[in-house]
Every structure is written in structure tokens, then in C-alpha cells.
């Protein structure tokens, strides 16, 4: 610590925890507080003695509050060098004694616009000015300057000028914080005003999103890989969702997890998804009940459930539960756990269980590449009517093939393409995943079937290019089919499913997912 008596500290803090205890510390080690509104009424409250800003900076408060710290003597007591003479020279005739210790966190902007009723002038009321400007001045100026931005390191602080005065390790370590404390903050700002205006979000002059550190992982994908998850500023972890029981997420299972919750929420209906490395192995649903929908799930590929990651969008209860417990399954995310559950899976002491009651799932994905960053919007919420298939064979199809290809469509939006999914209308038979070409996958959704393909739906993401991956469905049996359309061949796809008596509908999209 440099500079001479008295020594000011400047704390004007938003977030008062730990306030008093710090600042009873740093007064007791002979510093002297300026302070500001609130700050300044909780420590006088305190018995704390703090000089307010306005006394030292002999000029009033204006504007309402919005001019208070914006002063020579504030700021030129924080930038002043210390080790250049003609610094101190000019501080004393200008009688700017030096600031060797500032505490300031900033007007809570994120919790404002949170907030559902926040109107527009509220917002913008909550924008700081003076504090990130002194948190920037202090963290440019750390060679001599501690700057504190989080009660976290009060204590850290507190214990180093007790002993002489903090370490320029600290020091630097802090300023770091601080830059990234106010880049949070003004990427805060600037996301909100860009929705404000109407801003397309995938397609912004620049992108500011800070992340935030949740937890370290053990590792990524593989052991040798290491990995941590971060959540977007403002934000909740893990989306809101929470860790109810068992291990810490893996990221393999942070993964998977995105995965099935995003896809079982494209059901209304009680509705169960069974992921494996980030695909449907199984999907079912039932109209009223739960346990139904995961003995759907289950029966269509029992084999790779097993380790699997489970989603329901429907809370899980003692009866499910007993079910749930007779499998190894590293995950299960539900919007709620009852007691009955909670005891009967609490037994199995390394299953994790995910409530997604309050998870909330983003509509910008972004994908970080060799070339750049790739930003795309979320594939919205599939709502197939009946008036959206265009029938494009001579047989039309029932309206149990309707209830299935609809079902299955939105299966296969969250399969990597090429994908094929074949089933019926409450559950799926066989998926062909990430296969290189479209008739790979047809015969791998035919293989790993476990349902009756006779009389079966099918449904593809994309075109097929030719005829061959049809023949093979329908040498299988399927005679319902549904997909995009719009090969240069759709004309010969067209006159096979018409010789194989297949009703098919176009759909107009695709559903790629790489």
C-alpha cells in the first residue's frame, strides 16, 4: 500500500453484503471512508465513520443523484501516479490526496430488467455511470489502487492491509475482475437495448455475451479434455433448471441433457425422450399418463436406454419412479419430483435428478467453429396442421397415419441428420442417426426397429435425393412417409411411393441438425 496519511477509501456499493463488517476493518486499520447515499446512511447507521462524497469533493450532489462522484477530486485521486514526482506535485497544489482503496459494485441493471413490469425509464435510470467509471480508473491504476467489485474478496482485502497493505498480486488479480465485472455489465446493457430497438439477435453489428463461471468439470468430452460450464450473464445456471440429487453434471451429460429437455417440450401430450450422444433413441408418449409414455420410450430400443439421459415434461411420481429405478440411467429431468420420487430414487445415490420446472431454454444458439462463431435461432416449436401436409401421392393418408407422421416429424427435428424415424403415433420404432447418406440411415432405422413395420410412418428431415432409401422403407413396410420435398427428383420418389401404394406428404422445411 502506498501514499501517505490519511489514506481515503472510497465505498459506494449496490450490493451491501459483508458492508459493515469490511468497512468497520479497513477503519479500524487507519483508513478513512468516503462514501455515498445509501452506503453511507448503512455504515453511519453502523457506527461506521464515513465523510460523505459531496463534503470531500466540496460540490454538491446534482442532476437528482446522476452527478456525485464525476469530480477531479474523486478521480484524480484514484489515476494519480505514484511514483512520478510531478504527479504528486500537481496533487498537492490541486489538494487531491490520493485514493489508494475503492469498493464499488454497480446499480443492479440485470435484476431491473428482469423484472416484468420494468419500463423503459426505469431501465435506463438504472444504468451506473459514476461506478463503472471509478471501477475502471481504480482497476488502470492497480499498480497502487486496490479495487474491490464483490464482497467475495472482502475478507481477502481486509486481512492484507491489516498486515501492511495488499500485495500488487492482488492487486492485479483484482483489477482483472473489475474489467470483467463492467464488460458483464455494459454486455448486459447493450443486449437488453438491442431488444429494445428491435434488433435481429442473430445478426448484430458485434455480440457481447460474457460468461459466467458455474462449476469446473472433471473433464470434456474425453478424459485428456478439460471443460467447465459457464452460463450467459444474467442468466440462471444450468437454464434455470436444477440439481436435485446425485454426481455433478458431466459435460457429456450437460450435452445430452439440452437435448432431451429440448426435445420433450415439443409435446403437449404426457411425453418421455431417452437420449444416447445427443439423439432420440426412444420416444413415447401416451394422453394421460407419464409412466406410459417412458414404457414406450423404453420398449423402442431398450438396449441403448441403457445409461441413458431421460426427460419427461410431465413430474415424476412414486409409481414412475419405481419404474424409472429398475434401469441404469445416468439422468433423469423432469418439471418436478414428488416425495414418493424423491425417496425411491434417492436411493440410487449417483442418479442425477434434474428439475426443469423453471428452465428456460435459449432462442439463440451459437457454435463456436475454426472460421468464426456461428449464430443461428433455436428451430421453433413444430405445430403441424392438417392443412400444412400437402398429399403428394394418389392414397392420402388416414388420420391415424396424419397422427403418427406428425409425431414422428417432430421426433426427427432433434435426430442428426440424415435422419430417419420410423413408429407409430404414440412411440417410435427405429431411428437412423448421423449416417452419410439417406439410405444408410433408412436401413438402420429398419434394423434397429423393435416395433411392427408393417403398416408403419416414417419420417426424414431432409429430401431424398433418390428413390433408393423409399424402396427400402417400403420393402419394410412402412407405407406412410413423411418429408420436405424438393429433390430434382421428387418426381421419381413421388411415382416409387405411388408403386408401393405409400401415402406422402410434403412437408415444405427441412429439420437438418448437424
Known amino acids: 500500500m502506498t501514499g501517505s496519511a490519511p489514506r481515503f477509501a472510497l465505498l459506494s456499493v449496490s450490493d451491501k453484503a459483508g458492508l459493515v463488517p469490511f468497512a468497520q476493518r479497513i477503519s479500524a486499520a487507519g483508513y478513512t471512508i468516503l462514501s455515498t447515499g445509501g452506503t453511507l446512511k448503512q455504515l453511519r447507521d453502523a457506527g461506521v465513520d464515513a465523510v460523505k462524497v459531496s463534503q470531500h469533493t466540496g460540490s454538491p450532489e446534482v442532476f437528482g443523484g446522476r452527478v456525485k462522484t464525476l469530480h477531479p477530486r474523486i478521480h484524480g ?56 467509471t471509478m471501477v475502471r480508473a481504480a482497476a488502470k491504476n492497480h499498480a497502487a489502487v486496490t479495487i474491490v467489485c464483490s464482497p467475495d474478496d472482502y475478507d481477502t482485502v481486509a486481512a492484507e492491509i491489516e498486515q501492511g497493505g495488499t500485495t500488487a498480486e492482488t492487486r492485479r488479480r483484482l483489477a482483472l475482475k473489475a474489467f470483467r465485472h463492467t464488460a458483464t455489465y455494459d454486455a448486459a446493457i447493450s443486449t437488453w437495448l438491442a431488444g429494445q430497438c428491435g434488433e435481429d439477435a442473430t445478426t448484430p453489428d458485434e455480440i457481447h455475451a460474457p460468461l459466467e463461471l458455474v462449476q469446473p ?23 434455470g433448471a436444477a440439481l436435485l440429487q446425485g454426481k455433478e453434471l458431466s459435460y457429456n451429460n450437460v450435452i445430452d441433457l439440452d437435448a432431451a429437455v429440448d426435445a420433450v417440450l415439443e409435446y ?107 449464430v443461428q435461432q433455436s428451430d421453433p416449436r413444430i405445430d403441424l396442421l392438417d392443412e400444412q401436409f400437402t398429399v403428394v401421392t394418389k392414397r392420402a393418408p388416414s388420420d391415424d397415419e396424419r397422427t403418427a407422421l406428425a409425431f414422428l416429424w417432430r421426433v426427427c427435428k432433434h435426430v442428426k441428420s440424415n435422419a430417419i424415424v420410423i413408429g407409430s403415433h404414440e412411440r417410435t420404432f427405429g431411428i437412423g442417426a448421423g449416417q452419410m447418406s439417406r439410405v444408410d440411415s433408412v436401413e438402420l432405422a429398419v434394423r434397429k426397429a423393435t416395433g411392427p413395420l408393417q403398416g408403419a410412418a416414417l419420417a426424414s428431415d431432409a429430401f431424398f435425393p433418390f428413390r433408393d432409401g423409399l424402396d427400402a422403407a417400403a420393402n419394410a413396410g412402412v407405407r406412410a412417409i413423411i418429408q420436405p420435398g424438393g429433390s430434382k427428383r421428387d418426381d421419381e420418389v413421388i411415382a416409387a411411393a405411388n408403386e408401393h401404394g405409400i401415402a406422402m406428404v410434403f412437408t415444405g422445411f427441412r429439420h437438418f441438425r448437424h
Open 77 to 132: 485521486g484514484i489515476l494519480q501516479r505514484r511514483d512520478l514526482a510531478e504527479h504528486g506535485s500537481e496533487a498537492r497544489e490541486q489538494d487531491i490526496p490520493p485514493i489508494d482503496l475503492v469498493v464499488v459494485n454497480l446499480y443492479p441493471f440485470q435484476q431491473t430488467v428482469a423484472r416484468p413490469d420494468v419500463t423503459f425509464e426505469d431501465a435506463v435510470e438504472n444504468i451506473d455511470i459514476g461506478g463503472p
Open 217 to 239: 468439470l472433471r473433464y470434456g468430452e474425453n478424459p485428456h479434455q478439460g471443460a467447465a460450464l459457464y452460463r450467459q450473464a444474467g442468466r440462471p445456471a444450468l437454464g
Open 268 to 374: 403437449s401430450e404426457p411425453s418421455c425422450v431417452v437420449i444416447k450422444h445427443t439423439n432420440p433413441c426412444g420416444v413415447g408418449r401416451d394422453a394421460t399418463s407419464a409412466l406410459s409414455a417412458w414404457e414406450r420410450a423404453l420398449e423402442a430400443d431398450p438396449v441403448s436406454a441403457f445409461g441413458g439421459i431421460v426427460a419427461f415434461n410431465r413430474p415424476v411420481d412414486g409409481p414412475l419412479a419405481t419404474k424409472l429405478a429398475e434401469r441404469f440411467l445416468e439422468v433423469i429431468a423432469a418439471p418436478g419430483f414428488d416425495a414418493d420420487a424423491r425417496a425411491i430414487l434417492g436411493a440410487k445415490a449417483a442418479l442425477r435428478l434434474v428439475d426443469t420446472s423453471s428452465a428456460e431454454l435459449t432462442v439463440v444458439r451459437q457454435r463456436p467453429t475454426l472460421f468464426g462463431t456461428l
